[in-house]
T-cell receptor
Framework: DVKVTQSSRYLVKRTGEKVFLECVQD?????MFWYRQDPGLGLRLIYF???????EKGDIPEGYSVSREKKERFSLILESASTNQTSMYLC???????????????FGPGTRLLVL | KQEVTQIPAALSVPEGENLVLNCSFT??????LQWFRQDPGKGLTSLLL?????REQTSGRLNASLDKSSGRSTLYIAASQPGDSATYLC??????????FGTGTRLKVLA
C-alpha cells in the first residue's frame, strides 16, 4: 500500500513565523502535490512537483514556496505565516502522469495549521 | 473553466438505505473522475476511479457511474451502514497534473 505521511497533524504558529510542512511518500512516485482545504472552497492546489528539484505553481501559490530535494520528500514552506493561511494542508502523490487517466492520487492524513 | 459541483452538501439517511450521491462537472474533457472518502480531520482515501472511456466502476457496496456527455457522475452506496458516515468528494482529472475537486457531500448514516 502506498503510504503518504505528513510531519505534523496539528501546528500552532505565530504571525510572521516561517513554517515548514513536510510530506514523505514511500512508493517511488514522481508526482507530489500540496493542497489546502477550506470549508466551502474545497481543495485548492498550491504547488506540485513532477520530479526532483522541479516544481510548478498551482492555483494559489502566493505566500508559499516548496522544496523537493529528494524524490520521496516534498516540503511546503510558509515564508511568513499569516492568519489567512490557517487551514488544513493536504499532501498527495501519484505515480507518473504517463498512464493517462489511470492513476489515482494518494493523500496524507493532513496537517491542520492555526496561525495566531 | 472546469467546475465540479456536489449536491446536496449534507445528507442523513437511516441505516440500510440505498443512496445516491451526485457530482456534476462543466467540461467533458476529462481524463478520469474519482470518488474519495474523507473522515473528519483526516486525508482523502480513493474509493473508485473511472477513466474517461469507462461508464462505471464497482467496489463492494459502491458503484460509480460516469456520463461525460451530460457532465454527471453518481456514487451509489448499497445497504448503508453507520461506518459509511463521512464526506464524499468527487474530483475530475482535467490535465496531467490538474485535479479539480468538488466541495463534497457530508453523509451521516443513522443507526
Amino acid at each position: 500500500d502506498v503510504k503518504v505521511t505528513q510531519s505534523s497533524r496539528y501546528l500552532v504558529k505565530r504571525t510572521g513565523e516561517k513554517v515548514f510542512l513536510e510530506c514523505v511518500q514511500d512508493m517511488d512516485h514522481e508526482n507530489m502535490f500540496w493542497y489546502r482545504q477550506d470549508p466551502g472552497l474545497g481543495l485548492r492546489l498550491i504547488y506540485f512537483s513532477y520530479d526532483v528539484k522541479m516544481k510548478e505553481k498551482g492555483d494559489i501559490p502566493e505566500g508559499y514556496s516548496v522544496s523537493r530535494e529528494k524524490k520521496e520528500r516534498f516540503s511546503l514552506i510558509l515564508e511568513s505565516a499569516s492568519t489567512n493561511q490557517t487551514s488544513m494542508y493536504l499532501c498527495a502523490s501519484s505515480l507518473s502522469g504517463r498512464e493517462w487517466g489511470k492513476e489515482t492520487q494518494y493523500f496524507g492524513p493532513g496537517t491542520r495549521l492555526l496561525v495566531l | 473553466k472546469q467546475e465540479v459541483t456536489q449536491i446536496p452538501a449534507a445528507l442523513s439517511v437511516p441505516e440500510g438505505e440505498n443512496l445516491v450521491l451526485n457530482c456534476s462537472f462543466t467540461d467533458s474533457a476529462i481524463y478520469n473522475l474519482q470518488w474519495f472518502r474523507q473522515d473528519p480531520g483526516k486525508g482523502l482515501t480513493s474509493l473508485l476511479l473511472i477513466q474517461s472511456s469507462q461508464r462505471e466502476q464497482t467496489s463492494g457496496r459502491l458503484n460509480a457511474s460516469l456520463d461525460k456527455s451530460s457532465g454527471r457522475s453518481t456514487l451509489y452506496i448499497a445497504a448503508s451502514q453507520p461506518g459509511d458516515s463521512a464526506t464524499y468528494l468527487c474530483a475530475v482529472q482535467a490535465g496531467t497534473y490538474k485535479y479539480i475537486f468538488g466541495t463534497g457531500t457530508r453523509l451521516k448514516v443513522l443507526a
